[in-house]
């Protein structure tokens, strides 16, 4: 299949980008699985934007600044917080019902940790799923995009595998496993953009989606782009501890409005404990306090209570999670939430600029693959879907300025399976899988040190090996593709942390509590 531009992801970045470019061109927007799969759609707590009385775009730059602990780019953070309201603005065109202001004449705004004005526009507590229908439904009603679901991104095709061979690095397109047919396909295009979020399936414990397995990462790396800041691992401080219910998220905002920390068996409120913003610190803060008073008592979870607050509030605010939870036996009116840390955003990524373009001629990238600069060592809350709409188009509109400098792709050979059989001993993908997981939870999670970091790299090299055989002698499947991907990303999380000798935002190790004088990227050149 050839088109004009080749979308990797389906989520706010993808379809952004892919609408803006349907004006003039071609587009086809792969899926890993159904078309929402992704994170996008997970999203409860919403996007932030300059619209309070009294708010300005200086105070949003310096709350990331300060959240970012001065690795941000300010240039990109400038750019991005002056982008917000109109990209808010497109999304109310689009049809997405934000909440409306007790008045109903204007948003309502909530504000969740690291934020010092009210500045969160939202649809009740469910804002991903919202902003995710509306793109769907504009992007399949427009006769300029195709929809690929069930399309697994493998390898980049670039001038290694075209007919003429080249060595200019430049990405012609992709090869992908067809869920359906079972066959890898090979799909060209004058531009790709990498929109297939982060790497979160690389722990034990994520509210990432299952197919968050840091996919368009690994083929970056493998194409020749840099990849920057992969030790700032985020970790959302409350993830609903259940047995019987994985990965539910408790959004941020729920402490936004009152909701208190609390130790499980005391009652007692720690935050303050910890940090004079209590409940309204930056993510990293409230996850290390959590992780340390779970560590301490030995505690399993500790509990999130906003049942101080009037019942409507509580069921008015936080609809999705109430209900949600009381199918559970669970009612957050009266009863605290049981929570705990879990890997939640990845803070590094791909190299972009602030067009979204990558080391490799050809390519773009938008969202939590990239490292654009916004984030810093932490990302502020309700930046991340600002991020995809304003780097989303920012890479389509580029695509579109220089579309006459855009090479037509080239030949490009056939995927080759002829020397590879099936698989007859798939429990190895499990097994690897599982192990990897377990030990990036263990060593490489919240509170890390040189020894455990050393610890996990002995074990990513062992397994790189393993999977490497592996791949070399059996036919891909999707779960293949994936355990390739989160060896790479694994290994590109571990070598970061090992290189930052200091303790900043997300990264915090006990052989480095320090902050260093100078705030300095981390950059992996393959």
Request: hydrophobic share 40%.
């Given at each position: 299949m050839e088109t004009d531009v080749l979308i990797i992801g389906s989520g706010a970045a993808g379809l952004t980008a892919a609408l803006t470019l349907a004006r003039t061109r071609k587009v086809a927007v792969l899926a890993k699985?159904?078309?929402?799969?992704?994170?996008?759609?997970?999203?409860?707590?919403?996007?932030?934007?300059?619209?309070?009385?009294?708010?300005?775009?200086?105070?949003?730059?310096?709350?990331?600044?300060?959240?970012?602990?001065?690795?941000?780019?300010?240039?990109?953070?400038?750019?991005?917080?002056?982008?917000?309201?109109?990209?808010?603005?497109?999304?109310?065109?689009?049809?997405?019902?934000?909440?409306?202001?007790?008045?109903?004449d204007g948003w309502h705004l909530t504000r969740e940790g690291g934020l010092s004005h009210r500045r969160i526009v939202h649809v009740a507590d469910a804002t991903g799923w919202a902003i995710q229908q509306a793109l769907e439904a504009a992007a399949i009603a427009n006769p300029n995009i195709t929809i690929l679901p069930d399309h697994v991104a493998i390898d980049f095709a670039t001038g290694r595998h075209a007919d003429e061979f080249s060595t200019s690095g430049a990405v012609h397109g992709l090869y992908a496993f067809n869920r359906v047919s079972g066959e890898v396909e090979t799909l060209t295009a004058r531009a790709t953009i990498l929109a297939t979020g982060g790497a979160g399936r690389a722990y034990l414990y994520s509210t990432a989606p299952r197919g968050a397995t840091g996919d368009g990462i690994a083929m970056a790396w493998r194409a020749g782009c840099r990849i920057s800041n992969m030790e700032f691992m985020q970790f959302h401080p409350t993830c609903l501890y259940n047995l019987e219910v994985k990965n539910f998220l408790i959004t941020e905002a729920v402490r936004g409005e009152g909701g208190l920390l609390k130790h499980p068996e005391t009652g007692h409120r720690?935050?303050?404990?910890?940090?004079?913003?209590?409940?309204?610190?930056?993510?990293?803060?409230?996850?290390?306090?959590?992780?340390?008073?779970?560590?301490?008592?030995?505690?399993?979870?500790?509990?999130?209570?906003?049942?101080?607050?009037?019942?409507?509030?509580?069921?008015?605010?936080?609809?999705?999670?109430?209900?949600?939870?009381?199918?559970?036996?669970?009612?957050?009116?009266?009863?605290?939430?049981?929570?705990?840390?879990?890997?939640?955003?990845?803070?590094?990524?791909?190299?972009?600029?602030?067009?979204?373009?990558?080391?490799?001629?050809?390519?773009?990238?938008?969202?939590e693959v990239t490292q654009s600069g916004l984030h810093g060592a932490n990302r502020l809350a309700s930046n991340s879907l600002l991020e995809c709409f304003?780097?989303?188009?920012?890479?389509?509109?580029?695509i579109l300025r220089s579309w006459d400098e855009l090479p037509a792709p080239p030949a490009i050979r056939a995927w080759d399976a002829s020397r590879v059989t099936d698989s007859d001993e798939e429990v190895v993908i499990q097994q690897c899988w599982g192990e990897i997981r377990r030990f990036m939870w263990n060593f490489v999670g919240i509170v890390r040190s040189t020894k455990r970091l050393e610890r996990a790299k002995h074990r990513i090299d062992l397994l790189r090996e393993e999977v490497k055989d592996y791949y070399r002698n059996f036919r891909v499947t999707p779960d293949l593709i994936e355990l390739r991907n989160l060896v790479e990303v694994a290994d590109l999380i571990i070598r970061s942390a090992l290189v930052r000798h200091e303790s900043r935002g997300l990264h915090y190790t006990l052989d480095y509590p320090d902050l260093a004088a100078e705030a300095v990227d981390t950059v992996l050149v393959p």
């Open positions: 699985g159904r078309l929402g799969g992704g994170a996008t759609e997970w999203a409860q707590g919403g996007i932030a934007a300059v619209l309070e009385e009294g708010d300005s775009f200086d105070a949003h730059v310096e709350d990331t600044m300060i959240a970012g602990a001065g690795l941000n780019n300010r240039a990109v953070v400038e750019h991005v917080v002056g982008g917000a309201p109109a990209a808010i603005a497109r999304l109310a065109e689009l049809g997405v019902p934000f909440n409306l202001d007790d008045d109903g720690f935050m303050p404990d910890y940090d004079e913003r209590a409940e309204l610190a930056p993510r990293d803060i409230v996850a290390r306090a959590i992780d340390h008073e779970i560590k301490r008592d030995g505690l399993d979870f500790v509990h999130l209570d906003i049942s101080h607050q009037p019942a409507e509030f509580v069921k008015g605010h936080f609809p999705n999670i109430y209900e949600k939870l009381l199918g559970l036996g669970i009612d957050i009116t009266t009863q605290p939430i049981p929570v705990v840390p879990a890997q939640h955003y990845t803070c590094g990524g791909v190299l972009v600029d602030l067009d979204g373009r990558t080391d490799a001629p050809g390519l773009y990238a938008a969202g304003v780097f989303g188009e920012a890479a389509a509109r580029h």
